[in-house]
């Protein structure tokens, strides 16, 4: 085995290797140095298992900070060579993951040889002589956006984290370093080198350069003496020589009250370092010791025992079966003598991050107050077992080593940690998710935190998880969904951070400016280095809990400006989950710099129009918590509403707007309209291009994002509706539109039978078969009640969003009800006697009453329940909208007006009593006969006979029953209670609806169109399934249909099975074709073929035309490669052919099944909106644009940009972005993509669609059109009247019939030069009448002060004389006016 020389540059053979042939002189370097280390103390010589954890540097101090850093000595864990060279040759490991770590990983080969290292030479040696530039500068750059280059990237950067390179100072001798020993960067130029891997490895390493101290330091006697500082340096101990741990962990005892209380005490409360500020340790005496030892022997001790890590918090756990799966970190301070423990790598860095930020601020509350105290001037970065511990304070593991052995390489890790499990026979396996892959030697509390699944020692493993698909084993990998052709990076993790720290360096140094706007470097270049090159997805969370927690205590610019920074590049997600968390940031009124970092988190996000309405919402709610500045929530709440509304302008395309608008984001899945919907966001809503896109969609249904289609308001009137219903029934039905009235005119005659049959008062003792309609009535109700079962299965949580569907559960329980006491109790039938049944008699039966008080509330929730069907209403729509509003007002009104009614009543029964309950006619004495006295009495109906004194006898005034002194306090109750009641309560409650009255009536509109907004985007959604009474036919006929299909599949022995899509109104297009369809087409002869297709090319895998072509081109046929085809048809053969070609489509009545079992679910998909068959069919957004090119269309390439990037399945340096959505190849409409699947609707949802339709076809649809047929008729004459009368009167041609009278002036010249010149005189007129009253008011404001300037009585003094000053001037100006205007008329002026 032959391995490197350390010394030269030929490899030698370490059996043969004899210490005489070693260059000893060269290998020690200079005696001076070796003099100096025998000098040294032995106990100053501190050994390091990692040479980087306390490396010191100044990359932690802000810029301003650097300055006072003084130079520093070489990191003293660096190993000296003091004794003899074979001890020199001993500390040389050539296995280290240091040097091997990356060789031969993957097919990129990455081995690092030490002869090319050497750190024991001289530096000028490592330098490249008679470097005088790269000559490879002249050659273009090399494309880094294959993932082969990529991954390339990843491990050179990983190589150049390794110690021997980051501490070398030197970049270009890192570079050619780098270069020479990875023969695939040889011919990079040096520049792209340089900014894509040493530039961006120098930064991630700056962390590793930055050594931590104790906190005494800042506020010693000798803050100020750089050369002080080193003494309180932090190096790294071994666990078994800090006494913080016990001796238990590495399986020794001690002594009950003596070793381990004596640690405990040094210690202090907290276990890993002293309070805050403290500045010496105390000792324990022996009766203190054997106080402690009584209690922890009584459990009273447990708490103050307790070590937390010293940088997050958290409690460690020192068990010493778990000790090999624990990578703890001790650290010592040697001159306080303090000890801290981490819980591994990770923790270190977060600890150096929290010192680098307290110096931070330090600095920064120093400049902008320098005689602040330096203890105030500090934030507490040390932990404690007193404090609450927060597991969000602990950093979770993406790309850092929790050994701090600089191992990036996730492989290995893994490989690293499934050995060491198999050895020690763990009873969970870890697995590859993206919370999982957090800790690869986890403790218990990291599974618990983080939710791993265990699966326990012994159990059997399943067939799932190899019968999952790509996107499922990628979604349990990252934690989100991806595409499934989409490739995931080795390492993953660390390109996301590489490519993070690429992008901050890029910014640090970028010079482009938009607009006035502050650059990059100009708002954060003062942040401390290693927080700006941290891994976010690390350490994210963690700082801004720390930060957070820090401004509880004070409120300073510098933490809000760390969160700013934050909130612009942690994910959206993160940091609106961390804002609603921590809703203490706005108790102490710091809204200014709050919008700071929401706007901070709106310019970072990936979706800002869907981020701002969510802001927004978080703002309104705030809003109603806090009443002392609801005004200032409110308003920032509308600013960031007009911000979005500001974004949606900057799309052009109404197409692409109407996209935008439906996509999906990575807010909970919910794209803008469903934000907007539910945070009621009502000002945003009232857009006028919204309102359009919805007017569209009411209508015209699925199809309005066709750029066949342009994007004009449908014109609705009966004609439109007539004619759609007798071409188009299909496209009827599954409109917004349709299912609207069909639903509104299917419940009406529900309600109608129910009305019927109450009015026939039929009860719960009559002959059902004698009752035939209402038979029928509970075939209908079995149905609703059918239908409200099957609805709330299908979307549980979209089924409570509707106020309309909690009328739908109380009219299907009271059905319910009322069908048990008809049905199943059968109640005892009264005769009378002579033995016939005596009806009055069941009727005051309980049963019978039962059922009577069940009926008529059903009466009134059927009827109530029509007002739902004017919510869209224009005039209606508001009104019940101001009664939902004063339904508020009322409870609010009867809850103080309920607790004055039960005072009242007591008081009354009590002063009562038991005197008047005989009296005749008043009969006063039960509490409810007094209750209800009391409630007329509130409302000004009470009977004051009824409370006169009532003597015994009433031919005697001597003895009472109820005397007059009781008649008066009573009387003077009622009295009180009258005018209280009929007066105050009822006159405030008219003021309280009075109130929301104005209100809605000024927000009627935007009201309105939230309404109808929301009515049309549930329709959209929605289930095309026939509403009561007539879905009981359509359950019929779909148990018709399976039982069909269960006969075919017999006979065809699990071959065949009906095609849905014969049967289906819609999607019979030219294009709109699936496998086992017959198509006819044109061959290359122009003859007319047929064929069966089999095989359809998705749109996603199509070449897409990106040039216009004329029809005559695109008619006639061309010969197709297979490669370019967009579908195969059996004819002879297998033939290409594309879409253009078709000619025909014809649905098979039968098609082949794809699983011999009958299934429902798992055979085909459906579009939720169109019901196209995208089983394996699927839309990309850049297919999608350029249908818009080859048909002509111009869009904005800034909006095609920002569309592709927001649908792109994969980063600009190959990372994986989560998939929100996808694309309908036939509507274009995008549906969302979740863990559970995506949002579509299944075969057989899409069978009972299909048979509703056919109910509907046969039943209601020949209704309608007779009810419609003649209105129609009429309107169609009358548009056929004007229209030959236009072309009578302008004498123009059938051709030219259609245009419109006002528009026959087009033609002529003299005309349209007027009607120029008109219009630019009226704009000028405008302009000069709006500078006018500019002026004016200006001067107004001069001339009178503001009001807090004079008192009260100079103001109005002065006021009245300038309003007659400034009322003069405006008359004097527009009789000035008018006169230039005649002028200008009489002259014929033009400009």
């Known amino acids: 085995m032959t391995h490197p020389n350390p010394v030269g540059n030929e490899s030698v053979d370490i059996a043969t290797l004899d210490i005489d042939d070693l260059d000893m002189d060269n290998l020690l370097g200079d005696n001076e140095d070796l003099a100096e280390l025998d000098d040294m103390d032995e106990e100053n010589i501190i050994p390091s298992k990692d040479s980087s954890d306390d490396e010191k540097g100044d990359a932690h101090l802000s810029p301003k900070s650097k300055g006072r850093a003084k130079s520093k000595p070489r990191h003293p864990g660096?190993?000296?060579?003091?004794?003899?060279?074979?001890?020199?040759?001993?500390?040389?490991?050539?296995?280290?993951?240091?040097?091997?770590?990356?060789?031969?990983?993957?097919?990129?080969?990455?081995?690092?040889?030490?002869?090319?290292?050497?750190?024991?030479?001289?530096?000028?040696?490592?330098?490249?002589?008679?470097?005088?530039?790269?000559?490879?500068?002249?050659?273009?750059?090399?494309?880094?956006?294959?993932?082969?280059?990529?991954?390339?990237?990843?491990?050179?950067?990983?190589?150049?984290?390794?110690?021997?390179?980051?501490?070398?100072?030197?970049?270009?001798?890192?570079?050619?370093?780098?270069?020479?020993?990875?023969?695939?960067?040889?011919?990079?130029?040096?520049?792209?080198?340089?900014?894509?891997?040493?530039?961006?490895?120098?930064?991630?390493?700056?962390?590793?350069?930055?050594?931590?101290?104790?906190?005494?330091?800042?506020?010693?006697?000798?803050?100020?003496?750089?050369?002080?500082?080193?003494?309180?340096?932090?190096?790294?101990?071994?666990?078994?020589?800090?006494?913080?741990?016990?001796?238990?962990?590495?399986?020794?005892?001690?002594?009950?009250?003596?070793?381990?209380?004596?640690?405990?005490?040094?210690?202090?409360?907290?276990?890993?370092?002293?309070?805050?500020?403290?500045?010496?340790?105390?000792?324990?005496?022996?009766?203190?010791?054997?106080?402690?030892?009584?209690?922890?022997?009584?459990?009273?001790?447990?708490?103050?025992?307790?070590?937390?890590?010293?940088?997050?918090?958290?409690?460690?756990?020192?068990?010493?079966?778990?000790?090999?799966?624990?990578?703890?970190?001790?650290?010592?301070?040697?001159?306080?003598?303090?000890?801290?423990?981490?819980?591994?790598?990770?923790?270190?860095?977060?600890?150096?991050?929290?010192?680098?930020?307290?110096?931070?601020?330090?600095?920064?509350?120093?400049?902008?107050?320098?005689?602040?105290?330096?203890?105030?001037?500090?934030?507490?970065?040390?932990?404690?077992?007193?404090?609450?511990?927060?597991?969000?304070?602990?950093?979770?593991?993406?790309?850092?080593?929790?050994?701090?052995?600089?191992?990036?390489?996730?492989?290995?890790?893994?490989?690293?940690?499934?050995?060491?499990?198999?050895?020690?026979?763990?009873?969970?396996?870890?697995?590859?998710?993206?919370?999982?892959?957090?800790?690869?030697?986890?403790?218990?509390?990291?599974?618990?935190?983080?939710?791993?699944?265990?699966?326990?020692?012994?159990?059997?493993?399943?067939?799932?998880?190899?019968?999952?698909?790509?996107?499922?084993?990628?979604?349990?990998?990252?934690?989100?969904?991806?595409?499934?052709?989409?490739?995931?990076?080795?390492?993953?993790?660390?390109?996301?951070?590489?490519?993070?720290?690429?992008?901050?360096?890029?910014?640090?140094?970028?010079?482009?400016?938009?607009?006035?706007?502050?650059?990059?470097?100009?708002?954060?270049?003062?942040?401390?280095?290693i927080l700006l090159y941290c891994d976010l997805n690390e350490f994210g969370v963690a700082i801004f809990e720390f930060i957070s927690d820090s401004l509880k205590s004070k409120m300073r610019k510098s933490?809000?400006?760390?969160?700013?920074?934050?909130?612009?590049?942690?994910?959206?997600?993160?940091?609106?989950?961390?804002?609603?968390?921590?809703?203490?940031?706005?108790?102490?009124?710091?809204?200014?710099?709050?919008?700071?970092?929401?706007?901070?988190?709106?310019?970072?996000?990936?979706?800002?129009?869907?981020?701002?309405?969510?802001?927004?919402?978080?703002?309104?709610?705030?809003?109603?918590?806090?009443?002392?500045?609801?005004?200032?929530?409110?308003?920032?709440?509308?600013?960031?509403?007009?911000?979005?509304?500001?974004?949606?302008?900057?799309?052009?395309?109404?197409?692409?707007?109407?996209?935008?608008?439906?996509?999906?984001?990575?807010?909970?899945?919910?794209?803008?309209?469903?934000?907007?919907?539910?945070?009621?966001?009502?000002?945003?809503?009232?857009?006028?291009?919204?309102?359009?896109?919805?007017?569209?969609?009411?209508?015209?249904?699925?199809?309005?994002?066709?750029?066949?289609?342009?994007?004009?308001?449908?014109?609705?009137?009966?004609?439109?509706?007539?004619?759609?219903?007798?071409?188009?029934?299909?496209?009827?039905?599954?409109?917004?539109?349709?299912?609207?009235?069909?639903?509104?005119?299917?419940?009406?005659?529900?309600?109608?039978?129910?009305?019927?049959?109450?009015?026939?008062?039929?009860?719960?003792?009559?002959?059902?078969?004698?009752?035939?309609?209402?038979?029928?009535?509970?075939?209908?109700?079995?149905?609703?009640?059918?239908?409200?079962?099957?609805?709330?299965?299908?979307?549980?949580?979209?089924?409570?969003?509707?106020?309309?569907?909690?009328?739908?559960?109380?009219?299907?329980?009271?059905?319910?009800?009322?069908?048990?006491?008809?049905?199943?109790?059968?109640?005892?039938?009264?005769?009378?006697?002579?033995?016939?049944?005596?009806?009055?008699?069941?009727?005051?039966?309980?049963?019978?009453?039962?059922?009577?008080?069940?009926?008529?509330?059903?009466?009134?929730?059927?009827?109530?329940?029509?007002?739902?069907?004017?919510?869209?209403?224009?005039?209606?729509?508001?009104?019940?909208?101001?009664?939902?509003?004063?339904?508020?007002?009322?409870?609010?009104?009867?809850?103080?007006?309920?607790?004055?009614?039960?005072?009242?009543?007591?008081?009354?029964?009590?002063?009562?009593?038991?005197?008047?309950?005989?009296?005749?006619?008043?009969?006063?004495?039960?509490?409810?006969?007094?209750?209800?006295?009391i409630f007329k009495t509130l409302l000004g109906q009470q009977d004051w006979d009824k409370s006169i004194a009532q003597p015994q006898d009433a031919q005697t005034d001597d003895d009472y029953v109820f005397d007059t002194v009781r008649s008066n306090m009573l009387q003077s109750l009622l009295f009180f209670y009258a005018i209280f009641g009929s007066v105050l309560l009822l006159n405030l409650l008219i003021a309280m609806m009075a109130a929301s009255y104005e209100a809605v009536k000024d927000q009627a509109l935007q009201e309105l169109n939230k309404q109808k907004i929301d009515t049309i985007y549930d329709l959209d959604k929605s289930r095309a399934i026939i509403t009561p009474p007539f879905n009981v036919l359509a359950y019929f006929f779909y148990a018709y249909w399976m039982a069909f299909e269960m006969i075919t599949w017999a006979l065809t022995f699990g071959h065949r099975q009906f095609n849905e899509e014969w049967f289906s109104p819609i999607n019979h297009g030219l294009t709109q074709y699936s496998e086992d369809d017959e198509v006819t087409y044109l061959d290359s002869n122009n003859h007319k073929m047929k064929g069966a297709v089999i095989n359809k090319v998705p749109k996603a895998n199509r070449k897409r035309e990106k040039k216009h072509k004329s029809r005559a081109s695109t008619i006639q046929p061309t010969s197709t490669d297979e490669m370019d085809a967009d579908l195969t048809v059996q004819n002879r053969g297998v033939i290409p052919l594309k879409e253009k070609d078709i000619i025909g489509v014809k649905k098979s009545f039968f098609k082949r099944r794809k699983m011999r079992i009958p299934s429902l679910e798992a055979e085909n998909m459906f579009c939720r909106f169109c019901r196209f068959n995208i089983t394996n069919d699927r839309m990309t957004i850049e297919y999608y644009l350029s249908m818009f090119d080859s048909k002509g269309i111009h869009i904005d390439p800034d909006d095609k940009r920002y569309m592709i990037e927001l649908l792109t399945t994969v980063g600009e340096y190959g990372i994986p972005r989560p998939m929100t959505c996808q694309l309908c190849p036939n509507c274009y409409r995008p549906f969302k993509v979740t863990a559970k699947g995506p949002d579509v609707i299944n075969r057989g949802m899409f069978i009972m669609e299909i048979v509703s339709y056919i109910v509907f076809l046969i039943t209601l649809r020949w209704v309608i059109l007779l009810i419609i047929c003649i209105p129609a008729f009429i309107v169609k004459l009358i548009k056929w009247i004007i229209k030959k009368s236009a072309q009578i009167i302008t004498g123009k041609s059938s051709e030219r019939a259609t245009k419109s009278i006002m528009n026959t002036s087009e033609e002529n010249d003299d005309y349209r030069s007027k009607v120029r010149v008109v219009s630019k005189q009226e704009e000028k007129m405008e302009a000069v009448v709006r500078r006018i009253d500019a002026s004016v008011n200006n001067l107004k404001k001069q001339l009178i002060p503001e009001e807090d300037e004079l008192d009260a009585d100079v103001h109005n003094l002065r006021s009245d004389e300038f309003e007659a000053e400034i009322r003069k001037m405006r008359e004097d100006i527009n009789k000035k006016f008018s006169t230039i205007e005649k002028l200008l008329r009489s002259s014929g002026w033009d400009d």
């Open 78 to 529: 660096i190993k000296s060579v003091n004794a003899n060279a074979q001890d020199a040759i001993d500390n040389i490991d050539l296995d280290t993951p240091e040097i091997t770590g990356r060789a031969n990983a993957g097919n990129i080969s990455m081995d690092i040889q030490l002869d090319n290292i050497d750190p024991f030479g001289d530096e000028e040696e490592k330098k490249p002589s008679n470097y005088d530039g790269d000559p490879l500068d002249e050659l273009p750059n090399m494309n880094l956006k294959t993932e082969t280059n990529q991954a390339l990237l990843d491990e050179c950067v990983m190589t150049l984290l390794l110690p021997d390179y980051y501490q070398e100072p030197d970049l270009t001798v890192r570079r050619e370093q780098l270069r020479k020993h990875t023969p695939q960067i040889q011919s990079w130029k040096a520049t792209q080198i340089d900014s894509e891997m040493v530039n961006v490895a120098d930064a991630m390493s700056k962390i590793e350069k930055v050594s931590m101290y104790d906190t005494d330091w800042h506020t010693s006697k000798h803050k100020d003496d750089e050369s002080q500082r080193e003494k309180y340096l932090l190096v790294a101990e071994e666990l078994s020589a800090l006494k913080m741990v016990p001796a238990s962990y590495f399986g020794k005892e001690r002594a009950l009250g003596h070793e381990d209380d004596d640690d405990d005490q040094k210690l202090g409360a907290g276990g890993v370092g002293l309070d805050y500020l403290r500045s010496s340790t105390t000792t324990q005496t022996i009766n203190d010791r054997v106080g402690t030892a009584l209690r922890r022997g009584l459990g009273t001790a447990e708490k103050a025992g307790t070590r937390v890590c010293g940088a997050c918090g958290v409690k460690l756990k020192f068990k010493p079966n778990k000790r090999s799966k624990h990578n703890y970190k001790g650290y010592i301070c040697r001159h306080t003598h303090r000890e801290w423990v981490f819980h591994d790598h990770l923790c270190v860095k977060l600890r150096k991050i929290k010192e680098a930020i307290k110096v931070y601020v330090y600095d920064q509350e120093k400049e902008e107050n320098p005689n602040v105290e330096d203890e105030n001037a500090l934030i507490n970065i040390e932990t404690n077992s007193s404090q609450k511990q927060n597991s969000r304070c602990r950093p979770i593991r993406k790309t850092t080593p929790r050994k701090g052995d600089h191992n990036y390489n996730t492989q290995e890790v893994e490989e690293e940690s499934q050995s060491s499990r198999a050895q020690e026979s763990i009873e969970y396996s870890m697995t590859q998710s993206d919370v999982d892959n957090a800790f690869t030697e986890d403790d218990d509390d990291d599974r618990d935190r983080y939710g791993d699944d265990k699966k326990k020692k012994g159990g059997k493993k399943g067939k799932k998880g190899d019968e999952k698909s790509v996107r499922d084993k990628n979604l349990k990998k990252l934690g989100y969904i991806t595409a499934d052709d989409v490739p995931i990076p080795k390492h993953l993790h660390f390109r996301r951070y590489r490519t993070h720290v690429k992008k901050v360096c890029d910014r640090l140094n970028s010079e482009k400016r938009f607009k006035n706007e502050p650059l990059y470097n100009e708002r954060f270049s003062d942040l401390p280095e």
């Open 559 to 933: 933490l809000w400006h760390i969160l700013e920074w934050l909130a612009l590049e942690m994910p959206t997600n993160e940091i609106l989950h961390l804002l609603k968390r921590h809703t203490h940031l706005l108790s102490k009124h710091e809204l200014l710099n709050y919008d700071k970092v929401c706007k901070a988190c709106m310019e970072g996000s990936k979706f800002p129009i869907a981020c701002t309405l969510r802001l927004s919402a978080f703002m309104y709610e705030r809003a109603d918590v806090d009443l002392s500045n609801r005004d200032a929530f409110r308003e920032k709440g509308e600013q960031y509403v007009n911000v979005s509304r500001k974004l949606l302008k900057e799309i052009e395309s109404d197409h692409l707007f109407a996209l935008l608008l439906m996509i999906p984001t990575d807010i909970s899945h919910q794209n803008v309209i469903e934000i907007a919907l539910k945070y009621d966001l009502t000002y945003f809503l009232e857009d006028p291009r919204i309102v359009r896109v919805f007017s569209v969609i009411w209508f015209n249904g699925f199809d309005f994002l066709d750029p066949d289609h342009s994007f004009n308001e449908p014109n609705i009137s009966v004609d439109s509706v007539f004619d759609r219903l007798w071409y188009k029934p299909g496209v009827y039905f599954f409109s917004p539109f349709g299912k609207f009235m069909i639903s509104a005119i299917l419940y009406m005659l529900y309600l109608g039978l129910f009305s019927y049959v109450t009015y026939q008062r039929i009860y719960n003792y009559g002959d059902i078969r004698e009752q035939p309609v209402e038979l029928v009535l509970w075939v209908a109700s079995a149905g609703y009640v059918l239908y409200e079962i099957l609805e709330f299965a299908d979307s549980p949580k979209e089924y409570f969003s509707s106020m309309t569907n909690y009328w739908d559960i109380l009219i299907a329980l009271n059905w319910i009800l009322l069908f048990y006491l008809r049905f199943i109790f059968q109640p005892d039938l009264e005769y009378d006697s002579a033995g016939t049944f005596d009806e009055q008699k069941q009727r005051n039966t309980m049963s019978t009453e039962i059922y009577m008080g069940g009926w008529s509330l059903q009466c009134v929730i059927l009827w109530t329940r029509v007002a739902s069907l004017f919510k869209i209403s224009e005039r209606a729509g508001p009104l019940i909208r101001m009664i939902m509003n004063m339904l508020g007002d009322v409870a609010n009104f009867f809850l103080i007006w309920f607790l004055f009614y039960i005072g009242g009543s007591f008081a009354a029964f009590y002063i009562i009593g038991y005197d008047l309950s005989e009296v005749d006619g008043v009969n006063l004495g039960t509490l409810s006969s007094v209750m209800f006295y």
